[in-house]
């Protein structure tokens, strides 16, 4: 396996949060980082949905969004959910793109390769997105291997509510629930 594509394919809200801000719905969107080490570097590429609404229970959202494409490799994906209240998701992305890369680097400068770093990445991410105006409602790491990559490559897709896939991360916050979908083609 040389060549890979990792793709969000879909969201369903399974429950919405409790509270959002006074709408009678919630405004979702998935910010995600994919970490790898390429000749020698740590690299993190971020992506965001953008805002899905309104979002209630039982919504089925299908999309695509190419997260990586490239060179099998190992990699972790990070996906974070948030409900946007009165954040701005652009500058969200931004933060949260330059504070998983600062972490990576200085991992990486300690000596930690992927995945080792990811933990201390993750918590570095939560504090970056604390107080901006938005419910972070879980973040969700897949360490993806280049082994686990071949097999999802070859695993039949699964279907849920018309969203094909390969597998997904599920996310729980502020009493919501809510699954991102996603799939591995090379």
Same mark, same amino acid.
């Given at each position: 396996?040389?060549?890979?594509?990792?793709?969000?394919?879909?969201?369903?809200? !399974?429950?919405?949060?409790?509270?959002?801000?006074?709408?009678?719905?919630?405004?979702?969107?998935?910010?995600?980082?994919? !970490? #790898?080490?390429?000749?020698?570097?740590?690299?993190?590429?971020?992506?965001?949905?953008?805002? !899905?609404?309104?979002?209630?229970?039982?919504?089925? !959202?299908?999309?695509?969004?190419?997260?990586?494409?490239?060179?099998?490799?190992?990699?972790?994906?990070?996906?974070?959910?948030?409900?946007?209240?009165?954040?701005?998701?652009?500058?969200? /992305?931004? /933060?949260?793109?330059?504070?998983?890369?600062?972490?990576?680097?200085?991992?990486?400068?300690?000596?930690?390769?992927?995945?080792?770093?990811?933990?201390?990445?993750?918590?570095?991410?939560?504090?970056?997105?604390?107080? #901006?105006?938005?419910?972070?409602?879980?973040?969700?790491?897949?360490?993806?291997?280049?082994?686990?990559?071949?097999?999802?490559?070859?695993?039949?897709?699964?279907?849920?509510?018309?969203?094909?896939? /390969?597998?997904?991360?599920?996310?729980?916050?502020?009493?919501?629930?809510?699954?991102?979908?996603?799939?591995?083609?090379?």
């Amino acid at each position: 396996m040389s060549f890979v594509m990792v793709v969000c394919t879909g969201m369903i809200c !399974f429950g919405e949060t409790d509270y959002d801000g006074g709408s009678g719905s919630d405004e979702i969107y998935l910010l995600t980082n994919i !970490f #790898t080490e390429e000749a020698g570097q740590s690299r993190v590429r971020t992506q965001s949905t953008g805002v !899905f609404e309104p979002v209630d229970a039982g919504g089925t !959202f299908p999309f695509t969004r190419i997260l990586y494409m490239g060179e099998a490799q190992d990699m972790t994906l990070a996906a974070t959910c948030m409900e946007q209240d009165y954040g701005d998701p652009d500058a969200l /992305k931004e /933060k949260a793109h330059q504070v998983a890369e600062a972490s990576a680097q200085a991992a990486r400068a300690a000596g930690y390769k992927v995945p080792d770093w990811t933990p201390g990445v993750l918590a570095e991410l939560a504090n970056a997105l604390f107080g #901006t105006g938005d419910d972070n409602l879980g973040t969700v790491t897949e360490y993806l291997p280049v082994a686990r990559l071949e097999q999802l490559a070859n695993a039949p897709e699964l279907d849920e509510r018309g969203i094909k896939h /390969k597998f997904f991360t599920y996310h729980n916050g502020e009493g919501s629930t809510y699954k991102f979908y996603y799939n591995v083609i090379r």
